[in-house]
């Protein structure tokens, strides 16, 4: 698989209707997973927003969402981040430079429930950056 960069918008509550408009601009699928669905909301209002929703259009494209579960801030101004997606050393060692040199580990490059190893990072800049490297098969 060879690597990807893709946006990844946040949403306060309106992650499904927003993939569903999504969809009908750009055609194609859209997976999605509650945050019931892995067990990891914040409490019983998460339990049916979108921990994640991915929109793969038959452009080629892919737009990722979610909703924000209660308890962390929504700031519209911040609710977007780049998701770089693929296998191996290379997200590595994306992952390793976006976060040194004044960048911010938000999320500790780790193997998550998904199967998946999954960080986050704030860049020196302030732009959010998510790294999700597939498992091995």
Aim: glycine share 12%; hydrophobic share 35%; net charge negative.
């Amino acid at each position: 698989m060879a690597s990807r960069l893709n946006p990844y918008i946040q949403f306060k509550s309106e992650a499904r209707p927003a993939m569903e408009f999504y969809q009908g601009v750009f055609g194609g699928e859209v997976a999605q997973n509650t945050f019931k669905e892995f067990g990891s909301g914040h409490g019983p209002e998460d339990d049916d927003l979108l921990m994640h929703a991915q929109l793969e259009t038959p452009s080629g494209f892919t737009l990722m969402a979610a909703d924000t579960p209660q308890g962390m801030p929504y700031n519209p101004g911040d609710n977007i981040s780049i998701s770089l997606s693929g296998d191996g050393d290379e997200l590595r060692g994306y992952y390793e430079k976006l976060s040194a040199d004044g960048g911010k580990v938000t999320v500790p490059l780790e193997k998550q429930m998904w199967g998946d190893e999954f960080g986050m990072v704030t860049d020196k800049f302030g732009v959010n950056w998510m790294v999700n490297i597939a498992a091995s098969s």
